[in-house]
């Protein structure tokens, strides 16, 4: 069955650092990732998405993440973040007419 | 263009009622999905609607249903409610389907006690 891992449950990091959120799948069949970030109190909001194409994915807020076939990854990464990327961040794929959820990683930015 | 608006955004109930949470999808949008988010399993996906009919199901027990009307809005339904069903329930939208970018609500959070 489709499923996707995110390896880290919180991510501390200082502001205007790099940050690299990391998430595995699996699947045997073509793949639907998605990120999306939710803020306190929020619903889901997306961020971006791969379908096929070019495996470098650019999305808002200056997030961008890499569809690797061979490592099965796709991993977030910012190069500078804000006091405002602190959120709960959800790797999400799509499988026989459902979504599939990641865990989540809690990114914390600090000043 | 308004956003997906859940109604009501929080609830209290006691273990053995029903209860009913709604939804509206943004206009022009006609697939509605529901899911449940909890601390322990996380977020699940619970049923999509498609233009009135229910076209996909998660792992969930009968007790939770749900419905599409012709406008697009949609309610879910559940009953006997058990103390595990507290969670917060996040209906999305989307122009044809779940493979695509999914715009959420801000959830209803149901507390049973």
């Known amino acids: 069955a489709q499923s996707v891992t995110q390896l880290d449950s919180q991510v501390p990091v200082f502001e205007e650092a790099p940050v690299e959120l990391r998430c595995n799948y699996s699947s045997s069949v073509s793949v639907y990732l998605f990120w999306y970030v939710q803020y306190p109190n929020q619903g889901l909001q997306l961020l971006l998405k791969?379908?096929?194409?070019?495996?470098l994915v650019k999305g808002i807020n200056g997030f961008e993440a890499e569809f690797n076939k061979s490592q099965t990854s796709f991993h977030l990464r910012k190069p500078s973040v804000h006091i405002s990327d602190t959120a709960e961040y959800f790797c999400v794929t799509y499988q026989g007419g459902k979504l599939i959820f990641g865990q989540g990683t809690e990114l914390s930015v600090k000043p | 263009k308004a956003g997906v608006t859940q109604t009501p955004r929080y609830l209290i109930k006691t273990r053995g009622q029903q209860v009913t949470l709604s939804c509206s999808p943004i206009s022009g949008h006609r697939s509605v999905s529901w899911y449940q988010q909890t601390p322990g399993q996380g977020l699940q996906f619970l049923f999509e609607y498609f233009s009135e009919t229910q076209r996909n199901k998660g792992n969930f027990p009968g007790r939770f249903s749900g419905r599409q009307f012709s406008n697009s809005r949609s309610e879910m339904n559940v009953s006997t409610l058990e103390l595990g069903d507290s969670a917060l329930y996040l209906c999305?939208?989307?122009?044809?389907?779940?493979?695509?970018?999914?715009?959420f609500g801000d959830g209803t959070r149901l507390s049973i006690l």
């Open positions: 791969y379908l096929s194409g070019s495996t």
């Open positions: 999305a939208s989307s122009l044809e389907g779940v493979n695509q970018p999914q715009h």
